[in-house]
């Protein structure tokens, strides 16, 4: 089992759809969570980190489930810029690598 | 507030070369990671370090590849005598602390010919 997993998708969504995403991880000692996104040919860049109490920044919301062990990322009205590969991230403190998913991809269509 | 450089930004080596990549991170982040990723892939973790120090490299190939991150100076992701599957973008990332919070370079896409 990988230790951080992803619906590599695609996800093809039309223009203001509510798309949602999932990641699982397998470490329950796992500490920081978050979001990046990457653009074809480009470098991640962080999008959000993901908080217990769940956290939202304009139409991304965010939300982590410490039992399940899977963090969530909703996109509410899909705009043509959000296509992307969104990175599930886990990190650790203590000195352990910070471990990426694979990613899901994201194609929004007008 | 410069952001994570990386150079060069493209580099083609021959087959059993060396390639050297860089990476300054940005200011006040101590901690720097490298990654790989291959086309139509996602990053895969190499090495993590610390000024001076190797914090886990478990990531890496044991063989051609190393690391360092010296007191001064940029970090170095030396590949020796390299071979066409070595062919990939190498992504470098710098952070404050090691909670995932990581700022990424533009890349050094490596081509071997």
């Known amino acids: 089992r990988k230790e951080v997993e992803q619906d590599p998708g695609p996800f093809n969504v039309p223009e203001g759809a509510t798309v949602a995403f999932n990641c699982t991880y397998s470490n329950s000692a796992s500490q920081s969570f978050f979001w990046y996104r990457q653009d074809c040919r480009k470098e991640p860049k962080l999008l959000m980190s993901v908080y217990s109490s769940g956290n939202e920044d304009g139409r991304f919301t965010a939300q982590l489930n410490r039992a399940s062990q899977y963090i969530s990322l909703l996109i509410r009205d899909s705009k043509l810029s959000d296509s992307a590969t969104y990175l599930c991230v886990v990190g650790h403190t203590g000195g352990f690598k910070t471990i990426f998913g694979a990613g899901t991809r994201l194609f929004v269509k007008a | 507030n410069a952001g994570v450089m990386q150079n060069p930004r493209h580099l083609v080596r021959r087959r059993g070369q060396e390639a050297r990549l860089r990476c300054s991170p940005m200011?006040?982040?101590?901690?720097v990671y490298w990654y790989r990723q291959l086309p139509e892939e996602g990053l895969k973790f190499m090495v993590y370090l610390q000024k001076e120090n190797i914090i886990d490299e478990s990531g890496m190939p044991k063989e051609r590849f190393s690391a360092e991150f010296p007191k001064e100076g940029p970090s170095i992701l030396r590949i020796q005598q390299v071979v066409r599957g070595d062919s990939a973008a190498y992504f470098c990332?710098?952070?404050?602390?090691?909670?995932?919070?990581?700022?990424f370079g533009p890349g050094t896409r490596l081509t071997v010919t």
């Open positions: 990332a710098s952070s404050r602390d090691n909670s995932g919070e990581q700022y």
């Open positions: 200011k006040g982040h101590s901690h």
